[in-house]
């Protein structure tokens, strides 16, 4: 126990003091508190922006589903997640651009000086807020989870010195120390999960022996639809389109556009995305796959413990916690970033709105973060649901958000009316399914909410048009780009429809279709260099950029 003790602690005093040399003047600018003085270079934007979407969902949430589904989950999330890195492209680079130009801190910020509205400014932190605070919960949820594992800490006590150590650092740091301790901590998550799965792995006689047993005794858990057969090709399409739309609209990641230094920073960003990701989500998902030869009856939220139940039970006490500690670095990287974004919108938003004066100073912001906190603890305390169905709704919530904000950075004209029946309309469609007032079948209801919200939208926007004799839709360029529909054609070959419920061939313990999905994403990303190539010489090139 001492051992486990002087692991996390040596840990956390690391994190601390990272935060520590990176922290800003009390009295810092606001611009200076959130977004680092907006000069965040490739490699420490990469580092956040991983360590700040790889989650408690990553490590626990992926684990849990790896146990319940198999390999199935792995190319929702791998590729998946990795392809929504075209979005750092579309509207990342433009974000940055607008949010540089008009000294922008926030995303409703970005929204009120694309539609001069402040109404529907204050509705996109609101949407923001609501669906991001139970996400940001789930990190103590998952701290609690750990440490109970453990060292035998009831499940409240962890979730409250996890947050308190996240708020210490955060308080006095800002989005400097937030970054340099994401990439610690992105470093620690990736070298540590890799290590647990080599010992789980060996521990029963190899990655290929322990996949073969588990084959033999799960083969469900090598093929689609996963097993509990619910990953039909519906729920897999619906996963894909969620990531997509969802990512791009978490708060703490869109914040991040307006911190990069330039727009190479933000290519350079997407390019490595991909195999990050492919990389990263494998092994969590594989670790709970073999779990199943440790602990074989595990049901419902109880899968979400998995890997530190597993590293607890078969590695010594010094290892057990270095990879507790991998699952601490996801969750405390995501809600360090969490709470620092959505104190921003409170201060700069939510006050605004109602009339209070926007101040110098970041004070006001560090005082949301310890009660943005205190609410975390308090919805973690009774989690009514897995992490992954936490997440799915949650996610769907801010995906509504996506056409305000890609509309506005392309359209020539646009109308604040669009965009809040868009918004509306597709949270009210949220709560129908939620409720089950609205039938579900075939997909997950974001699709269904999602075409909603595009086509409120654009009736809205083209009725508004017409109504101003300027109905002229101009699309922009990239719709026109080879290599984006290239992109498109990826997109659909990851609905590999003709390799459902098959098991065979396996190859290195996993079925072929697993590599399937890896080739993929190595296509995505040679895909994306020649795009911002293309790019890079369309903009350098005087005549071209005089079109």
């Not at 290519?267 to 440790?294: D, E, K, N, W």
């Not at 605004?352 to 906190?373: D, N, W, Y």
Request: proline share 5%; glycine share 8%.
């Amino acid at each position: 126990m001492l051992i486990k003790v002087s692991v996390l602690c040596a840990y956390f005093l690391i994190v601390l003091a990272i935060g520590f040399i990176a922290r800003t003047r009390w009295k810092s600018s606001p611009e200076a508190y959130f977004l680092a003085d907006r000069k965040l270079g490739p490699l420490i934007l990469l580092g956040t922006m991983v360590a700040t979407n790889f989650s408690a969902f990553t490590v626990f949430g992926t684990s849990g589903a790896g146990y319940r589904d198999g390999y199935a989950f792995f190319p929702i999330m791998g590729f998946g997640t990795g392809f929504m890195a075209l979005t750092f492209w579309i509207i990342g680079r433009k974000i940055r651009q607008v949010g540089r130009k008009y000294a922008l801190v926030t995303p409703p910020e970005l929204v009120k000086e694309l539609y001069q509205s402040p109404f529907l400014s204050f509705l996109f932190a609101l949407v923001m807020i609501i669906f991001t605070i139970p996400y940001l919960a789930l990190q103590p949820m998952a701290a609690g989870y750990a440490l109970e594992a453990l060292l035998g800490l009831p499940y409240f006590y962890g979730c409250i010195v996890v947050t308190a150590i996240i708020l210490v650092y955060t308080l006095r740091g800002g989005l400097r120390a937030v970054a340099w301790t994401d990439l610690f901590q992105g470093l620690i998550m990736f070298l540590l999960l890799f290590s647990s799965l080599v010992i789980v792995a060996q521990h029963h006689g190899g990655f290929v022996t322990a996949n073969q047993k588990v084959l033999i005794s799960n083969p469900e858990l090598f093929s689609r639809p996963g097993a509990l057969g619910k990953y039909s090709l519906g729920i897999w399409f619906s996963f894909m389109v969620l990531w997509f739309f969802c990512d791009p609209m978490f708060p703490q990641l869109f914040q991040r556009f307006f911190s990069a230094k330039d727009d190479r920073s933000i290519a350079r960003i997407m390019i490595f995305y991909p195999l990050v990701c492919t990389v990263v989500f494998f092994m969590p998902i594989a670790i709970g796959v073999l779990g199943h030869l440790s602990y074989p009856d595990l049901i419902g939220k109880q899968a979400d413990r998995i890997l530190p139940m597993v590293m607890t039970s078969i590695s010594g006490d010094f290892m057990s916690a270095l990879v507790i500690a991998a699952g601490l670095a996801a969750l405390m990287s995501t809600m360090d970033s969490q709470l620092l974004t959505l104190s921003s919108i409170f201060t700069r938003d939510i006050f605004s709105f109602f009339g209070k004066a926007k101040k110098k100073t970041s004070v006001a912001g560090r005082i949301f973060v310890i009660l943005l906190s205190l609410t975390g603890l308090a919805l973690a305390y009774k989690p009514p649901a897995t992490i992954l169905q936490i997440a799915t709704q949650t996610f769907t919530g801010l995906a509504v958000l996506f056409p305000t904000v890609i509309f506005g950075l392309y359209f020539k004209k646009v109308f604040s009316l669009a965009a809040i029946l868009s918004i509306g309309c597709g949270e009210a469609a949220l709560i129908g399914f939620y409720l089950k007032w609205l039938p579900n079948s075939i997909f997950l209801p974001v699709i269904w909410i999602m075409l909603i919200t595009f086509a409120v939208y654009l009736t809205i926007h083209g009725v508004l048009l017409w109504q101003e004799n300027m109905l002229q839709f101009r699309l922009p360029e990239w719709i026109h780009d080879r290599y984006v529909w290239l992109l498109a054609a990826i997109f659909l070959l990851a609905m590999d429809f003709w390799a459902w419920g098959r098991v065979e061939p396996v190859i290195f313990g996993v079925p072929i279709w697993v590599g399937y999905f890896v080739i993929l994403s190595a296509l995505q990303t040679v895909v994306m260099v020649y795009l911002i190539r293309r790019v890079d010489r369309a903009e350098t090139d005087p005549l071209k950029r005089s079109r």
